[in-house]
Antibody, heavy 117, light 110 residues
Framework: EVQLVQSGAEVKKPGESLKISCKGSGYTFANYWIGWVRQMPGKGLEWMGIIYPDDSDTRYSPSFQGQVTISADKSINTAYLQWSSLKASDSAMFYC??????????WGQGTLVTVSS | QSALTQPASVSGSPGQSISMSCTGGSSDVGGYNSVSWYQQHPGKAPKLVIYDVSNRPSGVSNRFSGSKSGNTASLTISGLQAEDEADYYCNSYTSNTTHVFGTGTKVTVL
């Protein structure tokens, strides 16, 4: 069974750094694009960017370029999303997702990030 | 890249058919047969219900169907059921970035 399992909820203070993870199983992790999607409270889905784990080719949506870093370690089937200095406005649910051609066939369970002083 | 435009809400009675639209432009919806649709219940991760405009993944009810005309894609739910009450998002590949979601449509079963 194809699965993406994300790291647990985080509570952070403004200015702190954070790295959340997404571990794939049940398929060849390196050969499928992984995307990160933000959902702010009560709002819609937003693409943040995608990464191809085999060669770490990464593409960011313009709104998130320079705001976050997406990375992957294919040796441990894990993708990452990180912030160097969190803001309160970064509070949201973050999903990782596996791309099959142009659609998402598998979603992680989501990681809730709360940034509050 | 602006989000694709969807109606904020659509409602229908059990057994009825409803449709919702997803409007973009020639660089996304109109330029590729890569529109997908996702159902999201409150507090849950989204679930794929339509891919490549009109294809249903295994296990998805045949009450869900998709189509596209020009720069607008549509999702139709026939035989509406209480369990269909959820938020629905379209998504398209785009030449400008990579992908773009729609603004989302809340489906209410009356």
């Amino acid at each position: 069974e194809v699965q993406l399992v994300q790291s647990g909820a985080e509570v952070k203070k403004p200015g702190e750094s954070l790295k959340i993870s997404c571990k794939g199983s049940g398929y060849t992790f390196a050969n499928y694009w992984i995307g990160w999607v933000r959902q702010m409270p009560g709002k819609g889905l937003e693409w943040m960017g995608i990464i191809y784990p085999d060669d770490s080719d990464t593409r960011y949506s313009p709104s998130f370029q320079g705001q976050v870093t997406i990375s992957a370690d294919k040796s441990i089937n894990t993708a990452y999303l990180q912030w160097s200095s969190l803001k309160a406005s970064d509070s949201a649910m973050f999903y990782c997702a596996r791309l099959l051609a142009a659609s998402i066939d598998t979603w992680g369970q989501g990681t809730l990030v709360t940034v509050s002083s | 890249q602006s989000a694709l435009t969807q109606p904020a809400s659509v409602s229908g009675s059990p057994g009825q058919s409803i449709s919702m639209s997803c409007t973009g432009g020639s660089s996304d919806v109109g330029g590729y047969n890569s529109v997908s649709w996702y159902q999201q219940h409150p507090g849950k991760a989204p679930k794929l219900v339509i891919y490549d405009v009109s294809n249903r993944p295994s296990g998805v009810s045949n009450r869900f169907s998709g189509s596209k005309s020009g720069n607008t894609a549509s999702l139709t739910i026939s035989g509406l059921q209480a369990e269909d009450e959820a938020d629905y998002y379209c998504n398209s590949y785009t030449s400008n970035t990579t992908h773009v979601f729609g603004t989302g449509t809340k489906v209410t079963v009356l």
